[in-house]
């Protein structure tokens, strides 16, 4: 075989793993929104399963690279580390919430709130974790990311001393071992 033939055949090799995994990304699309219209609709009826389908599909078919970009070996792992990071913040937002509450309805409410914008830097790599460290800090109460760039450089405003002596903290180490990435 020439070396043009194997460049072909290689050529051929890559585009049918891209199709591959494209059609798997379009595959656990398609199933997650159908299961989800399931479940959101509580109906059974021979129909509107069919149109469940058909919008389902029609979903997948133009957003499929939106939730499971790239489907590459190590994707299972990410997923299910994420998964299990899932609980933990949901109890930092609860936690977050008593904070604020007891920040609301404290006597000197004036003197607790300082409001503060802090700057830190962070290793994180990948657009995704930076992403997710991004979103998870603006989903906890007293704090929003105002920006955050792609060297890992993030702006946040808290609402007082204590929510912004906590920043990064643990929630960025989750993040990286979320990601894989070294901190």
Known sequence: MTDSNNNVAKKVGDTRAAFFKSFFSFLITF???FLSWIVL???????????????????AYYFYDLLFPAMEP???????RFISYV???????IKANFHL???????????LIDPHIITFKTNLKSDIAITTLANSITLTPGTITVTADSDGVFRVHAIDRESADALPGTML?????????KI
């Open 41 to 59: 609709s509580g109906k059974f009826d021979p129909l509107l399963l069919w149109l469940g389908g058909i919008s389902s599909f029609f979903v």
């Open 31 to 33: 199933v997650f929104m």
């Open 101 to 111: 509450l007891y920040l609301a309805f404290h006597p000197q409410m004036k003197d």
């Open 74 to 80: 190590g994707y299972g792992k990410v997923f299910f």
């Open 87 to 93: 609980p933990w913040l949901i109890w930092e937002i």
């Open 173 to 181: 180490k989750k993040v990286a071992k979320v990601f894989g990435e």
